[in-house]
């Protein structure tokens, strides 16, 4: 099959999603995610570099996303936010896939091995917000801590808008959590 | 062998750490380990489940001495401040072993998995903090985001402290970058 297959890569990510939440994501395999999808093997490959990608492709396009928000933040406003704003424009982007990302944080949440590559994303975001805060000329250690920080604040606030029952808005859970980290950070 | 080795694992600690820095982490094998050590296979496995824990056996000493820490901290102390001060006593371990800590930083600077490992090591902690934090009565997200906001302060002051050339003080920068945290989410 070399013709186009319309929204070959989302069916292939909804099949994933489904199998690895059946069986387990270790059980699966690339043939089975194909088939469900409708799709060849092939097909599979040329969308995604193996199984795990379907879950952590997009960390490169978060991660972009992120650093331009970073560099275009108006020159006045203080790094710590600089960071949250951006987090805050990509809980939007979020949003209109809460679903998804809770069916994919639950098949990420059952095994140890996918656990430490989501740490590992997380620190490589922190670290690239760190980058884009040197860019405008913030000095080490600001930028290390503003964008470990920040980064702290998102998962916290992305825990609790996966789990929460009410309207999906990740920017009001980031913003709250930004909140309370100022005030525990306060006094003393 | 079967003999008692003096200080068989400090001996086996200083051989792992200088071939690792001289070949590579991944080049060095364990009976290499052991014969520059003048040991034996065998006592190395008595001390050390693999090569890698070599570098990270360590861990859950901290973790323990942490956890007690922020248990034992006056009831009254802001759960930032119980956080810090159990970094703090910590600092003072670490400056006895500088040099140690300088080889094992270069070691896995030079090696994208181990890098992995360590920031795997360091979430571990942050969640180590905040279960510890529950423990005192502080509610989610407090405990987490104090936890993991303990853990970014810790890794910038760590990384000056490694590279730096004035006196070992870990104490000293954890302090500096705590009064910066406060300084960066001020205000705003």
Redesign the interface.
């Given at each position: 099959m070399s013709r186009w297959e319309p929204n070959a890569r989302g069916r292939l990510e909804q099949a994933a999603l489904a199998l690895y939440g059946e069986r387990g994501f270790e059980q699966v395999t690339v043939a089975e995610i194909a088939a469900r999808a409708g799709l060849t093997e092939r097909t599979f490959f040329r969308h995604y570099a193996d199984k795990r990608e379907v879950l952590f492709g997009g960390s490169i396009t978060l991660q972009d996303f992120l650093v331009r928000a970073v560099a275009e933040a108006p020159a006045s406003a203080?790094?710590?936010?600089v960071v949250i704003a951006a987090l805050e424009a990509v809980g939007t982007l979020f949003d209109e896939r809460r679903d998804h990302s809770r069916r994919r944080q639950a098949i990420i949440d059952a095994n140890p091995v996918l656990q430490?590559r989501e740490?590992?994303k997380l620190?490589t975001l922190a670290t690239a917000l760190a980058g884009a805060l040197r860019e405008r000329g913030i000095p080490e250690?600001?930028a290390?801590?503003?964008g470990?920080?920040g980064i702290?604040?998102f998962?916290?606030a992305f825990?609790?808008w996966v789990n929460g029952a009410g309207p999906p808005d990740l920017r009001l859970f980031i913003r709250e959590?930004f909140a309370?980290?100022?005030a525990?950070?306060?006094?003393?």
């Open positions: 203080a790094p710590i936010d430490e740490l590992i620190a250690p600001a290390s801590l503003t470990q920080t702290a604040v998962r916290v825990e609790r959590s309370e980290l100022k525990l950070t306060a006094g003393g």
